[in-house]
């Protein structure tokens, strides 16, 4: 087995369970630990999975975020469903800004449906995605390419971001503690920040298994949303918490046919 051979197979291997650790991946390898090392030395300089004492993960933490092809893997039932329920906000004839979440790439999948449409983006997924359709007039936000989230940040995306003004932003985030949203970088927060400066109305786009989870950064107050949407599967007690504390919360199905969406009014 070649290097690079080996080393995309160990990426998917750690990839596929999250975290493992040194002496696993020699067993399931056949190699040595210092091999094992200068394999994750390469995946880690890639932003695809960072070492921790005794082994590697691809899982997130306060600190750092997973890569974006592992959270591509992860909560894809939950994603379909946002997705589904945020694309009967979006109106034909629309201009749309969306973040370099993987919660709004699996959105932008589904935008052939309402076209025509305007998209804004500083993913590079949603970029790939939509730059072959001739119904949507695609602007893209440049700056400096962050490989672990597979989108553009950094000062000049935020100015390219202040020159627009959008009707619709679809952002997500990595964590929500109380009321509040969180995400591991500084730059990304930046970035979402200005989104939110930019558009008439604003679309919290959150799966339920990112409730009651922590990351170094503030993003924002949920109440300075106009919709927020999340799944079935939130825990009752975080959801009377939001009810009590005037969010208005959208709970999606995960499947089709299934009860349709329960909201929480503002009080």
């Known amino acids: 087995m070649t290097n690079s051979t080996r080393r995309s197979a160990l990426m998917d291997y750690v990839l596929e369970r999250g975290a493992v650790q040194i002496d696993e991946l ?11 090392h200068r394999d994750l030395d390469a995946l880690v300089r890639q932003g695809i999975v960072r070492k921790v004492r005794g082994g590697a993960s691809a899982l997130p933490s306060g600190l750092f975020e997973s890569s974006f092809r592992f959270r591509m893997r992860t ?12 694309l009967s906000l979006i109106e034909p004839g629309q201009a749309l800004m969306l ?58 995306c935020e100015r390219a971001i202040a020159d627009m003004r959008v009707n619709l932003l679809f ?12 995400h591991q970088d500084e730059e990304t927060v930046k970035i979402k920040r200005a989104m939110m400066a930019a558009a ?17 950064n503030r993003v924002a107050e949920m109440s300075e949303f106009d919709r927020i949407m ?30 349709p969406a329960r909201t929480t009014e503002r009080e």
């Not at 072959?132 to 490989?147: A, M, Q, T, V, W």
């Not at 999340?230 to 299934?258: C, F, H, K, M």
């Open 26 to 36: 020699v067993e399931a390898f056949g190699v040595s630990r210092m091999t094992v």
């Open 75 to 86: 909560s894809v039932e939950e994603k379909k469903a946002l997705a589904r329920a945020a």
């Open 99 to 156: 973040d370099d979440s993987t919660t709004v790439v699996t959105l932008a999948e589904q935008l052939t449906h309402v076209t025509p449409l305007t998209v804004v983006t500083n993913s590079l997924p949603v970029i790939e995605h939509l730059q072959e359709e001739d119904e949507i007039s695609l602007i893209s936000l440049g700056g400096r390419f962050s490989r672990n989230y597979s989108s553009f940040v950094g000062l000049s």
């Open 171 to 182: 952002l997500s985030a990595s964590a929500v503690s109380g009321t509040a949203l969180y």
């Open 200 to 216: 008439e109305q604003r679309v919290l786009l959150v799966d339920h298994r990112k409730f009651e989870t922590t990351a170094l």
């Open 230 to 259: 999340t799944t079935e599967g939130i825990r009752p007690e975080s959801e009377t918490a939001l009810r009590e504390a005037g969010i208005a919360l959208e709970v999606v199905p995960l499947a089709r046919g299934r009860s």
